[in-house]
């Protein structure tokens, strides 16, 4: 696994949410640029599952990216708001720059991300670099 970002803080910060499954803690595959999407979405459903007694707590499975958009998984529920809180977040990251978190949109070149502008010009470079020194070999 790649250096401890930020979005590990999240496993403390919802420790109701963020459980040890079978000694395994559950895992954030994705960049920073989603923390506030991530840390927004972990409170609003603790905040329901808090408010409403008859709404049973959950535990987050694993949350990260594919194809550029968030995914979130979760073990059990009772509640249909809670699918829907999390549809909406994995929607919205599709407008988010996953790696600095502005405004950002799909990019579907040689990978899918969901990158601002400024982000994908520097993905752009590094790509044409790597791309060179495969052909200078
Ligand atoms: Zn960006």
Redesign the pocket.
């Known amino acids: 696994m790649e250096k401890r970002s930020k979005n590990h803080g999240l496993l403390k910060k919802y420790p109701k949410l963020f459980i040890k499954q079978k000694m395994v803690w559950p895992d954030i595959e994705c960049n920073d640029?989603w923390y506030w999407l991530i840390d927004n979405l972990c409170k609003t459903i603790q905040d329901y599952i808090d408010q409403n007694k008859k709404v049973s707590q959950i535990t987050i499975g694993q949350v990260k990216e594919k194809f550029g958009g968030l995914r979130f998984y979760t073990n059990g529920y009772n509640d249909d708001r809670i699918p829907g809180m999390i549809w909406f977040a994995e929607s919205l990251s599709y407008s988010i720059?996953e790696?600095?978190g502005?405004p950002?949109k799909l990019r579907t070149g040689h990978w899918y991300a969901t990158?601002?502008d400024?982000?994908q010009k520097k993905k752009d470079k590094e790509w044409e670099k790597y791309v060179k020194s495969k052909r200078n070999k």
Request: charged share 20%; hydrophobic share 0%.
């Open positions: 640029g720059c790696t600095c502005q950002g990158r601002c400024e982000c």
